[in-house]
């Protein structure tokens, strides 16, 4: 079996120790206990010009940069902090280090300048009397690129990850603090600190650690093949391309035990391949199509960067996420709860169908609304309830319907569904309480202007589907009762005897929650699962195109100042 088996069966994630999150402090840490050396230079221009002069290669966060630079150096009471008249300081090689590795957090080295800073670094101090201005140019363009590098580490790059037709939605988050980088002496771990602000959840932990380990592991040898004929894809079957099959799987840590011929399909084999679809939640047929292909074929660059992006979405999240929390999955079609790094609970789950995405976002859970009534949203009403009336005006005569306009109560059978005029004309259409609404009997309330919520569904059927992405936007749960009574097992009146009898009754009653729950609605088509193997899922919005391509740019235009600036630096 490959080394890099732990990708998929084999692996266990070693946890790293878990750190404080200071992103969110204040800088009032910083006013004290500032560390200098007599090497260092006192700054002989602090104009706003001075420090707007740096380069910064993301545009996005150019401004917060200059920002934390120009209070960063009144801090350190404007004197250098990397460079002495003399010599680089040891926290500055540190620095170099922490850059070098940003591929092992899912960023690029040469967006924070690596090159630039180690060249001009080694030629300035190389002349053996380093001009002063210049060290103190340096040292500033070193504090921006920490700068941006905490920033990327806290915030995340993409600014504007979502659609309009696509809801995506950021956490809000303050600057990162300064304090401990002004504190810090030579000595200090700069990469300790580097760790303290990033995300401190363990869905994180365990997907970069993931990166990690595959950035310092032997590349795998992933044989790279086009279509299969699938109609003849049968045990006997025989193609060149069986042994790219069972190359791959190899190199995902599933071994193929080869029979007489290894080009040839045998009973193994196909087992083997399902093994794979249940890994990637594919559908499970034991046949090589396209999407199975897709990740079979998935070379180590490539899933470098899908890991990298999914660290960057777990970069939108709070800094600070409740000790219990509701994670829903979109892509993987999943529903967990959390206590701490504990899990307390999962289900299935249906989302939006792509037209009618769900928006990634979060929020708070706090109440309950038993036997619930539906009002339809309008776009509903034009797209599918009016369509349905003029082909049959009895279509809801039996499905617990109420049709309002301007408020009062209207028999639908008295409205020309025909009418030229009809869409222009506003019409509340309201599903009550019963076996039939759309809700079920029961809905999860997190109150929001996006009208987003989750709910039971009549539809049960829906869940034995490998991809569940069939409703209008909103949440359907697989099993809404054990899911409230774990809401309210802090609430003795409710237990699961109670709740389902509630259920039954199919009459409306609101139950607050007494403590409400945070919901991370979250996009993750890459994450390390709580056994620790890795999942990959199916990229159902297409988020992962666009969100890498953006990544991409950023890289290409990074590699390519970086390479020319240290140059023209040195003349």
């Avoid at 204040?26 to 740096?54: M, P, R």
């Avoid at 401004?63 to 801090?75: A, M």
């Avoid at 595959?214 to 006997?236: M, Q, T, V, W, Y």
């Avoid at 950023?554 to 590699?559: A, D, G, I």
Wanted: charged content about 30%; glycine content about 4%.
């Amino acid at each position: 079996m490959n080394h890099i088996n732990f990708l998929i069966f084999n692996f266990f994630i070693v946890i790293v120790a878990g750190c404080e999150n200071n992103a969110g402090s204040t800088d009032k840490e910083s006013e004290s206990a500032v560390y200098q050396e007599k090497g260092a230079i006192t700054l002989s221009d602090t104009s706003l010009t001075f420090f707007e002069n740096t380069v910064v290669l993301d545009q996005n966060r150019k401004e917060i940069v200059i920002n934390r630079l120009i209070k960063f150096y009144k801090k350190n009471e404007n004197k250098t902090r990397w460079l002495h008249h003399d010599k680089p300081t040891e926290l500055f090689t540190s620095l170099l280090e922490v850059i070098d590795n940003a591929e092992d957090y899912g960023l690029y080295p040469s967006t924070y300048r690596i090159n630039y800073l180690k060249n001009k670094a080694e030629a300035l101090y190389n002349k053996g009397n380093p001009d002063q201005e210049s060290l103190i140019k340096l040292d500033r363009d070193a504090t921006a690129s920490f700068m941006l590098f905490i920033i990327h580490l806290n915030r995340g790059r993409i600014v504007d990850p979502g659609h309009t037709e696509k809801p995506w939605f950021q956490y809000f988050k303050e600057e990162p603090s300064i304090g401990k980088l002004v504190k810090s002496d030579d000595k200090s771990d700069l990469s300790k600190l580097v760790d303290d602000l990033q995300p401190a959840n363990h869905i994180y932990r365990n997907l970069r650690e993931q990166l990690r380990k595959l950035n310092h592991s032997a590349p795998r040898e992933i044989e790279k093949f086009s279509h299969i004929n699938l109609d003849s894809f049968k045990i006997g079957y025989k193609d060149l391309k069986i042994a790219y099959i069972r190359n791959n799987l190899n190199e995902w840590g599933i071994e193929t035990k080869v029979g007489l011929n290894k080009n040839e399909v045998d009973s193994t084999l196909i087992e083997r391949i399902k093994d794979f679809q249940r890994a990637f939640r594919i559908k499970v047929d034991g046949l090589p199509g396209s999407n199975t292909l897709k990740y079979l074929n998935m070379r180590d660059e490539e899933l470098k960067k899908l890991l990298a992006l999914n660290l960057e979405r777990l970069r939108w999240w709070p800094d600070e996420l409740d000790k219990e929390l509701i994670l829903i999955n979109v892509p993987e079609f999943m529903l967990r709860v959390y206590d701490g790094d504990n899990l307390q609970l999962e289900m299935k789950v249906v989302v939006g169908e792509e037209v009618h995405a769900t928006p990634i976002f979060n929020d708070t859970l706090k109440y309950i609304e038993f036997g619930p009534t539906w009002t339809v949203p309008q776009s509903i009403i034009k797209e599918e309830v009016i369509p349905n009336l003029q082909e049959n005006p009895e279509y809801y005569s039996d499905r617990d319907f109420k049709f309002y306009q301007n408020e009062e109560e209207i028999d639908p059978d008295t409205i020309d569904w025909f009418n030229v005029d009809i869409e222009e004309k506003y019409y509340k259409v309201v599903q009550q309480p019963g076996l039939n609404n759309a809700l079920g009997s029961v809905k999860f309330i997190m109150p929001n202007s996006l009208a987003i919520y989750l709910h039971d569904t009549p539809e049960d059927h829906l869940f034995n589907a490998e991809e569940r992405a069939f409703s209008h936007g909103c949440i359907r749960v697989e099993n809404p009762d054990q899911f409230a009574k774990y809401l309210l097992q802090d609430e003795s009146k409710w237990n699961l005897f109670e709740i389902n009898k509630k259920m039954a009754e199919a009459e409306k009653e609101k139950v607050y929650l007494e403590k409400p729950y945070q919901v991370q609605i979250s996009y993750l088509t890459a994450w390390v699962d709580d056994k620790g193997k890795l999942q990959i899922f199916d990229d159902i919005y297409d988020f992962d195109d666009s969100q890498l391509k953006k990544l991409e740019e950023m890289n290409e235009t990074s590699k390519r100042v970086d390479n020319y600036l240290p140059t023209a630096a040195n003349k």
